[in-house]
């Protein structure tokens, strides 16, 4: 019989047994014997019949739901209050009252007491017996009992997905403040089960790295309905999210002629101009980060760079030649500001040769300023990344994928200044921390300010949420400290990928289990003996069943690397591993309607097509 089939023979069966509750049967409410089987009918015997079938379907429908509800998950708070309740009135009368009722009650309650006792114990000793030993591992994975004792379930935090427990799907988060970290291959899934739905919900201050634009596309409108401010800096207009202009951020507009920190902050901007390459090439990298960090301080200090304080004039001053450049070094040679002074000096000193390589090595750096789009969108400030703190704000990177690797330095700049200044201002405390979702984070290489947000600046009212597609990305970049980055994490996702190096980390972060292995063995013995009487023969069999505690991993590399694509697995700060269900941000009521649908047709098209149908 297939299931359809059983759907109509159900169907079916209810129908007749709803044939014999005939007419008599609603007569007899209202005391009534006549009706249509006496040949007539009134307009009050109708009209009391069909109130019968109103309440009939109505009741059945409400009881059907109260009863499917009292045993449903969501009531189990409501039994236990009911249970509680029902106990206290029967110990009331059990004590209370003296008569039949008392001593019945008492006689109830001395049995389920008696039975629940032992059943308690019972119960423990079969448990006992069934357990597992732990003798070569503990590792299992985390059930509902773990998510609900570490503050798991529910919203309030960094949603990661869904977890079913009791045929309902229960949302899980991470309320720590603790930074995240991951681990997810392209196109699986990772923006619309991860990115979007926390922007969509997450109410404090938000940095995003946005490769496509996608994001501010899709939640851009409902941030700002969250009460935030949102900035969309995106130099090619890729989002071109409607109702939103081109956000501008001019890195320079941070240095201050009377700053106590601005050589500081001059040779933080100049570190994140310069893209560390390999160990061979360090002393070039420091020496163009030193001029870099002279030739920034010049023109934020310089009285005659009034007016054109932008990364723009400093690529220019790079490109100067022959006098010119002489020119230069010399004016920066009798500035008031002694790194101003020192930079130009020591170009004055440097041979030719060597000032040369230099200073080509910082022009290999800024290449990227060369960009009309880039110079547009660093020659003013419409926003600071110190009001993240201070107010509720979004703020978009857009920077298309095709660009990541060129105009890198760029991310590196804004990433590296919006997470110094928020970790100075110690003393600012919002009720959420600043989310950073650096999304695609490898394509920022190797940033000093990310191993030291990682490392030291959880509790600083900043939480870093990066996003790689693998760990040879981290490992190829940060090198043996790759894993730091791991150990101060308080939340940890992994979606499989076909990386043999990641699978087989997660597989080790997973553990190891003691499981039961049962063996049999079976052996047959046959004999012939020649006597006096004849020949005799035998046959004999034995059968041997051995089980024994055995060792495996809880996951195996190649079964992460084969996890289903709607799974993922995550790791929560002292709790067993979780395997988790993904979940579309377009497929969850809560959230459909607050995020902007790429998909449909534009208000303009829908008219058109409506005009083309009235024609």
């Known amino acids: 019989m297939t299931r359809h089939t059983k759907h109509a023979a159900l169907l079916a069966v209810m129908v007749a047994l709803c044939l014999p509750v005939t007419e008599a049967a609603a007569q007899l409410l209202f005391d009534n014997n006549y009706g249509a089987y006496n040949g007539y009918s009134t307009k009050d015997y109708e009209n009391q019949m069909a109130f019968i079938r109103i309440v009939m379907m109505a009741g059945s429908t409400s009881l059907g739901f109260a009863i499917g509800w009292f045993f449903s998950p969501q009531a189990r708070e ?103 970290l991951t681990v997810a291959p392209t196109r699986s899934g990772k923006g619309t089960t991860q990115i979007i739905p926390n922007l969509l919900t997450y109410n404090g201050s938000t940095v995003i790295i946005d490769p496509k634009g996608e994001n501010a596309k899709i939640t851009a409108a409902a941030r700002m309905a969250m009460g935030q ?43 994140a101009l310069v893209v560390k390459g390999q160990s061979s090439e360090a002393f070039w990298d420091q020496e163009a980060t030193a001029f870099l960090q002279g030739l920034i301080l010049y023109v934020a200090t310089d009285p005659e760079e009034d007016g054109q304080r932008t990364l723009t004039r400093v690529r220019e001053l790079t490109l100067l030649d022959g006098e010119d450049q002489q020119a230069l070094f010399t004016r920066m040679l009798n500035s008031q500001h002694h790194i101003v002074a020192s930079t130009g000096s020591r170009c004055l000193q440097k041979e030719e040769k060597l000032l040369s390589s230099v200073i080509t090595t910082a022009q290999a750096h800024t290449h990227f300023l060369d960009s009309a789009r880039i110079q547009e969108n660093l020659s003013k400030s419409d926003f600071r990344f110190e009001d993240l703190k201070r107010k509720p704000m979004t703020i978009y990177l857009v920077l298309p994928a095709d660009r990541l690797t060129t105009f890198a330095p760029w ?46 600046m959880a509790g600083y009212s900043l939480q870093i949420w990066g996003i790689v597609q693998d760990l040879n990305q981290l490992e190829r970049i940060y090198g043996k400290g790759w894993q730091s980055f791991i150990s101060n994490t308080g939340m940890l996702n992994y979606f499989g990928s076909s990386d043999e190096m990641t699978a087989k980390y997660f597989s080790a972060l997973c553990g190891e289990t003691t499981v039961w292995n049962l063996s049999s063995a079976v052996s047959r013995a046959l004999g012939t003996s020649h006597g006096q009487g004849g020949i005799t023969t035998s046959d004999s069999t034995t059968s041997t069943d051995t089980t024994a505690a055995s060792q ?7 079964e992460l690397m084969r996890m289903h694509k709607d799974k993922q697995l995550v790791f929560i700060e002292n709790m067993p591993p979780l395997i988790a269900e993904k979940s579309p941000w377009f497929e969850e009521e809560g959230l459909r309607d607050r995020g902007a649908n790429l998909h449909a047709a534009p208000e303009e098209d829908k008219a058109e097509e409506a005009v083309t149908e009235v024609i």
């Open 552 to 558: 495996r991993k809880l996951a195996y590399p190649d």
């Open 229 to 271: 401010d949102v900035q969309i800096v995106d130099p090619w207009n890729i989002a071109n999210v409607k109702g939103f202009d081109a956000a501008c951020f001019n890195p320079l507009d941070w240095l201050k002629p009377g700053d106590v920190d601005i050589t500081e902050n001059a040779m933080i901007l100049a570190d």
């Open 411 to 456: 991310l590196r700049l804004l990433i590296q200044q919006s997470l110094t200044v928020n970790a100075r201002n110690i003393e600012e405390r919002p009720e959420k921390p600043v989310l950073f979702i650096l999304d695609e984070m490898a394509a920022l290489g190797r940033l000093s300010m990310i191993e030291q947000a990682y490392g030291l």
């Open 78 to 180: 409501f039994r236990q209050i009911l249970t509680v309740s029902l106990i206290a009135i029967a110990l009331l009368i059990a004590i209370g009252s003296n008569d039949l009722l008392g001593w019945s009650t008492t006689w109830l309650l001395s049995i389920v007491g008696f039975c629940a006792a032992l059943g308690y114990w019972f119960g423990r000793a079969v448990k006992a017996l069934g357990a597992v030993p732990t003798t070569f591992g503990s590792s299992r994975w985390a059930d509902i009992q773990d998510l609900e004792e570490h503050n798991v379930l529910g919203t309030g935090g960094i949603r990661l997905g869904h977890v079913i427990s009791g045929n309902i799907l229960q949302a899980v988060t991470y309320k720590g403040d603790r930074h995240c």
